[in-house]
């Protein structure tokens, strides 16, 4: 038997933004970590990042990173972006195009700042920006940091580096593999429109 998504809009998108809520706060969901793709001009590159934010309302999705990261530089020069998802379980895979906003220290990084552990705190407390050479392999934290010896109050100064990408949504292109037939739709949000495409 199809699920009920298999020709439907409707429940494609439920099925979609379910799996992008759950990825949120479940940490072994495979579309927790989607590869984010950014390019300027012939500096095209991909990384794995963490879902931290799945908004169906204002089509938004988030997540966190170091304001001295290249992937910033390059958002700076061109802010449209994508987002892919696969789940080889569900055999679902999203690609997500979407505009970026580079947040750091306003309204929007205050809020998830305060959300953030102790133990993911050091990440933006390293002196060297993340990408910078270095003569020894090296993990870019002073001994303290690497063993975790910081308060809480100390970790404030990763405020400064803390960065959200708020990533809104241009459109969803959904496909789903079955042995009946794959199945391939595509959502523009901009334009509110959908339509089905050849897998
Ligand atoms: C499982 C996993 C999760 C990651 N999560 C993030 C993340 O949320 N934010 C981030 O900036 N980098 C994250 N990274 C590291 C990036 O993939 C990348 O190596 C780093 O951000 C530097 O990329 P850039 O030089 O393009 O800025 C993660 C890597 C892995 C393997």
Redesign the pocket.
Known sequence: MQPAYYENFEEIQKKLWFMLDDAVINRSSPFR?PVFICANQNEI?G????L?KSDKSNNVLQ????LR????D?LRKNKNASLVFYDKEEKIQLRVKVICEINNKNSVTEEAWKKTQHISRRCYLTDDA??SVSGKPTSGMISKLEDFDYTMEQSEKGYENFTVIKCNIKSIEWLYLAAKGHRRAIFDIENKKQNWLVP
Do not use: A
């Open positions: 970590i590159d990384r794995i990042v963490v931290r997540f966190h990173t170091d990261s290249q992937k910033v390059i993340p990408g």
